[in-house]
């Protein structure tokens, strides 16, 4: 966790500050990166707890669906040229693109370069 203005140890979950805040101000958001186990799957629940300054204590909670990993792009359940074909169809935007494997936003060169991993090496990365 990081971000301008913020003191957020390494490997810890709080960030703090000491600057006061104006009336009707905020701060700048705080930037997290998780990681989440390739193995992951079902809802991811992010938790936030915000207090200090005299104000009451308030807190917040947003859910991600988690999704494994698979480079099996067209469901046959075989990964091979075809899903190559499929997600490059993807990344070019001749098809819906619905496979974002390193879910980033969008589908593109990362989810290609996976997809081909996996048909040489049999391994979705």
Do not use: F
Request: with cysteine.
């Amino acid at each position: 966790m990081s971000d301008t203005g913020w003191t957020c140890p390494a490997g810890g979950n709080i960030c703090s500050r000491s600057d006061p805040l104006n009336g009707g101000a905020g701060y700048p958001a705080i930037s997290v990166i998780a990681k989440v186990a390739t193995d992951a799957a079902g809802i991811l629940v992010n938790h936030v707890d915000v207090a200090g300054g005299g104000a009451a204590a308030v807190s917040a909670d947003d859910s991600a669906d988690i999704s494994p990993i698979t480079c099996n792009v067209n469901g046959d359940a075989v990964t091979d040229v075809l899903d190559v074909q499929s997600i490059i169809g993807e990344a070019l935007g001749l098809i819906a693109p619905l496979h974002d494997i390193d879910h980033d936003g969008l589908v593109g060169v990362t989810e290609v370069q996976k997809v081909v991993h996996a048909v040489i090496s049999l391994a979705c990365s």
